[in-house]
């Protein structure tokens, strides 16, 4: 056989490895009572769920883009690596990126495990070229194995910095939504008809700071605990300043204390917080400005500057001192 025959055997056989240990990892779960019971569980709750999509969209043409999130969702709920504890805490955070649905989750799954066997795909079929490892089948076969849990990674990561950015445009909005909730409180409005208002009105400035506000006042005209519904919204804000509103409301509604001035308060505190902010960014702003000024700016004043004189002075060399 040839090199390059035997190179592609390698690679063959080094993906083949890796879809046997994921094999044998699925059989290990799947083995004794408990790993059963978790997958009927499992199971059960894809079922229940599939199907009830499948009743609801029975009556309209299913577009391409759900079919594909569905099969996602599926191949997501049959991956068995993946245990209840760590599922919750994607769910808390795919919540908190703005994604609600009951199939998140498992499309999240089903994405982080193709994305780890693209990479582990690639990794094999270029690691020949590379450094030091390539030439060595077993340092290719651990070079898989590592891109293999980065690729995994990587998805998780993405979700976690759009949760960031999320709330830090709803961070930079709510001394906003404070005095407008302070406006609608003093008008007579009660909690709910004055967080309705406020999100409505956020709508075209700070969409997922409207649309948190939005759920918050379903929850509160459905379920009539605003205790629940306050702390859900601020389970899926996850923000200091969101705790610190929620306990002024929880506190106000206990004791019995006016909303309208806590809110008042609380709007001021934010307001200030939010300028000492912005105040503490401009003062960062010169020693950051340093590097690009030396790099771009500080080059072209030189040139500008000196090169009269340097090109002045390269016709008097080369017309020798006449």
Same mark, same amino acid.
């Given at each position: 056989m040839s090199p390059q025959n035997v190179e592609t055997l390698i690679n063959l056989l080094m993906l083949l490895g890796l879809l046997a240990a994921l094999g044998v990892w699925w059989a290990h779960k799947h083995g004794g009572k408990r790993g059963r019971i978790a997958e009927r569980a499992r199971m059960a709750a894809a079922t229940h769920r599939f199907d009830g999509l499948a009743l609801d969209d029975e009556d309209e043409e299913t577009s391409r883009r759900e079919r594909i999130l569905r099969r996602l969702a599926r191949i997501g709920d049959k991956i068995p690596f993946f245990d209840g504890k760590y599922r919750l805490k994607l769910q808390k955070d795919m919540v908190r990126s703005g994604y609600r649905s009951n199939m998140a989750v498992s499309i999240l799954l089903a994405v982080k495990f193709f994305c780890g066997l693209a990479c582990a795909a690639g990794t094999v079929m270029l690691g020949?070229?590379?450094?030091?490892?390539?030439?060595?089948?077993?340092?290719?076969?651990?070079?898989?194995?590592? %891109? #293999? %849990?980065?690729?995994?990674?990587?998805?998780?990561?993405? %979700?976690?910095?759009?949760a960031?950015?999320?709330?830090?445009a709803m961070a930079s909005c709510l001394p906003d939504a404070l005095d407008l909730l302070v406006i609608c409180t003093n008008a007579g409005n009660s909690l709910g008809v004055s967080i309705r208002r406020v999100a409505d009105e956020l709508t075209t400035i700070c969409p997922p700071l409207s649309d948190? #506000?939005?759920?918050?006042?379903?929850?509160?005209?459905?379920s009539g605990d605003s205790t629940r519904a306050l702390n859900n919204l601020a389970e899926r804000i996850d923000l200091p300043s969101i705790r610190a509103l929620i306990s002024t409301l929880n506190q106000s509604m206990r004791y019995g204390t006016p909303i309208t001035q806590a809110l008042r308060t609380l709007s001021r505190t934010e307001r200030l917080a939010h300028i000492v902010s912005l105040e503490e960014k401009a003062a960062k702003l010169a020693p950051k400005m340093v590097v690009p000024m030396l790099l771009f700016i500080l080059p072209a004043i030189i040139a500008i500057a000196a090169g009269p004189a340097v090109i002045q002075l390269l016709a008097f060399i080369a017309g020798d001192g006449k």
């Open positions: 020949s070229h590379i450094p030091v490892l390539g030439a060595y089948p077993a340092g290719r076969g651990i070079a898989m194995l590592m %891109v #293999f %849990v980065v690729g995994m990674i990587v998805p998780e990561y993405i %979700v976690a910095i759009k960031s950015y999320r709330r830090r948190e #506000f939005s759920l918050a006042a379903d929850e509160l005209k459905l």
